[in-house]
């Protein structure tokens, strides 16, 4: 029963976050938002995304030679890629998708892969943090104004509960799990080799081969990012002249609301956020609901087009031989 709960919630609460979103709009204006859309920005979008994925494909590649395990960067794309479509159908599944991928593709045992995603997720985040904090300096007015629009009561003691509640857990799970019963289940033997394995592949990070190049294809993929966003606004009359800061904004704001909110696909959550930050910069509710439909619209079905290509590129990858020892790529 909770885990159906578990897997029906991401659901409805995209359901009841794009019902509230796009109350007040109707069909035709979406419509219309379309057909009045500039093409020519959205086939620059669709460039910047497959660069963006690229990049991103090629910065695990990176991660996988520091682990011993050659990957070009084509097999690990099409594996991140798979994991893309996973997650549209659901939340937190990607990561495990293609670390389940990319062990068929070329051999690499999934707790090391899962470590090397975790190493990489530590470093979005933190990347994350530096977005949103550039985005509260460019746009500090708007940005309280923004918060201020949720009406946040006393979030210093929000996060005080949350970090208290955190560590009670923790604290209860460690306690279950040195129990001598717990310690000498079969379970916890396959466990512990797991997290070790998890472990080697987040350590390895420190062995990179080219530590420059994971660092700068890490900003690449932030900076591709806020592009996509900025020919996104550029393809609407009803944004086009928004300044660049908007799409930081939006970038900030999408990113809180995905990882506050996880829905399929963002669903609902960039919806809800995405329109309420778009009216700090002009935009009548509805209408920056329009923008925010079409702008997620275009981007999931450029997303889902893409990874859709990758999983049927994957049987052609699965017959190959792979050499799991990192070799120079041409």
């Not at 081969?209 to 996104?232: C, K």
């Not at 393809?235 to 939006?250: F, G, H, K, M, V």
């Not at 995905?258 to 399929?264: H, I, S, W």
């Amino acid at each position: 029963m909770s885990r159906t709960i578990k897997q029906f919630l991401p659901i409805l609460l995209a359901i009841g976050l794009l019902g509230y979103a796009i109350k007040d709009i109707s069909l035709t204006e979406l419509v219309t938002q379309f057909s009045r859309a500039d093409y020519r920005w959205i086939a620059l979008f669709t460039v910047a995304t497959l660069t963006s994925y690229i990049v991103r494909g090629k910065r695990w590649q990176q991660a996988l030679l520091a682990l011993g395990y050659y990957s070009t960067t084509f097999r690990a794309t099409i594996a991140m890629q798979s994991g893309s479509i996973a997650s549209m159908i659901v939340p937190g599944s990607g990561e495990l998708t293609r670390c389940a991928t990319i062990g068929r593709t070329d051999a690499v045992p999934m707790a090391h892969s899962v470590g090397s995603v975790v190493a990489e997720r530590v470093l979005d985040v933190l990347m994350l943090c530096i977005v949103i904090l550039l985005a509260f300096v460019l746009e500090l007015s708007r940005m309280q104004e923004y918060l201020r629009s949720f009406r946040l009561m006393k979030p210093g003691l929000t996060a005080a509960v949350l970090l208290i509640s955190s560590l009670v857990v923790g604290y209860i799970v460690y306690r279950i799990w040195r129990l001598p019963i717990v310690q000498k289940h079969p379970l916890s033997s396959r466990i512990k080799g797991f997290g070790q394995g998890v472990s080697e592949g987040f350590m390895a990070i420190r062995q990179l081969p080219s530590p420059l190049l994971f660092i700068g294809l890490t900003l690449a993929s932030q900076v591709l990012a806020w592009l996509t966003i900025v020919l996104l606004l550029r393809s609407l009359e009803s944004t086009n002249t928004l300044p660049a800061t908007a799409a930081l904004t939006i970038l900030a704001v999408s990113s809180i609301g995905g990882l506050a909110v996880p829905t399929q696909g963002g669903i609902g959550t960039y919806h809800f956020f995405v329109s309420r930050a778009l009216v700090l910069y002009g935009l009548a509710l509805p209408e920056a609901v329009v923008a925010a439909t079409f702008m997620h619209a275009v981007s999931l079905g450029v997303n889902l087009i893409l990874s859709s290509i990758s999983f049927l590129v994957i049987p052609f990858l699965v017959n190959r031989k792979n050499n799991p020892q990192p070799v120079t790529e041409s």
